[in-house]
């Protein structure tokens, strides 16, 4: 008589799984809230002060931080960005293209460009003028930056840009031809406007990633006028011995990359709520 009642009431002692998952959650709190306190026991804070959040060291920065690193670093990423997406375009229209060596072209420089890391890339565009005497790429370490993250960001965007024109409706462009327009025409005024509205989400992940990647520019040799803001940072904390500037510049970074991802998050939500 007990083991029946026994072997009944197990079943309502049984924890449903929703509550399983609520203890879980729970005991995941509690060992990262223990990690936060031996971490937060352990650190000596008027050191981290000292070396890390120095307001004497971080205005010494000041307004150069603005005036010149931050501005060439906008610079680097919006001439990067205006190059790569022409190239990208292009590029993905040469994929889309009836004529085989044109598809043979882009498939080969998105593989290569996608394959090589940019700091190669940027390696190789400082050793231009030895395997090219007396050429010089014109706006000197603006001119050679635009060129090396257009050449690394072309790659990418021409991917992006192809899996856009693929997703305007096919009869976009039969309904164009049917009423006379050119081929080309069509494409222009109407295909590329939609595919270009399609991928402005994954373009402005582009652009935080081309933001982050303007730092590699460093390795083209700048001067103190054409420093972005890594390359200020570390220069920075090496002439105070006092790594506080290099954090200062990655916040910096954080008040533009931050808001982009922000806004490409919501446009892809917008995207697919419309859809």
């Not at 072997?7 to 924890?15: I, M, T």
């Not at 790569?84 to 009836?98: E, H, K, P, T, Y």
């Not at 103190?224 to 916040?251: C, H, M, R, W």
Request: hydrophobic share 50%; net charge positive.
């Amino acid at each position: 008589m007990m083991a029946d009642q026994q072997a009944a009431a197990s079943p309502q002692r049984r924890l449903s799984p929703r509550q399983r998952q609520r203890i879980s959650r729970g005991i995941q709190y509690g060992v990262l809230l223990v990690i936060v306190v031996v971490l937060a026991l352990l650190a000596d804070w008027p050191a981290i002060k000292e070396s890390f959040l120095s307001s004497k060291v971080a205005g010494e920065g000041l307004p150069q931080l603005f005036t010149v690193a931050l501005k060439n670093t906008v610079i680097y990423t919006i001439s990067g960005f205006i190059g790569g997406f022409a190239v990208g375009l292009l590029l993905a229209l040469m994929r889309q293209s009836s004529v085989a060596p044109y598809r043979w072209i882009a498939a080969g420089y998105v593989e290569i460009f996608r394959g090589l890391p940019a700091l190669l890339i940027f390696l190789m565009i400082g050793s231009l003028p030895l395997a090219f005497p007396g050429f010089q790429i014109p706006g000197e370490v603006y001119g050679q930056a635009a060129l090396g993250l257009g050449v690394v960001s072309a790659a990418y965007m021409a991917e992006t840009f192809r899996a856009g024109l693929q997703a305007v409706p096919k009869g976009q462009m039969e309904a164009a031809r049917s009423l006379g327009m050119p081929h080309m025409r069509a494409m222009v005024s109407i295909v590329i406007p939609q595919a270009i509205r399609i991928v402005i989400p994954p373009l402005t992940n582009e652009l935080v990633l081309l933001f982050k990647d303007s730092s590699l520019v460093l390795f083209l040799g700048v001067t103190a006028t054409q420093v972005e803001l890594a390359k200020f940072g570390n220069d920075q904390a090496s002439t105070y011995a006092n790594p506080t500037p290099i954090l200062v510049s990655g916040l910096t970074y954080l008040l533009i990359t931050i808001p982009l991802g922000y806004a490409a998050r919501r446009l892809e939500a917008r995207q697919g709520a419309s859809r």
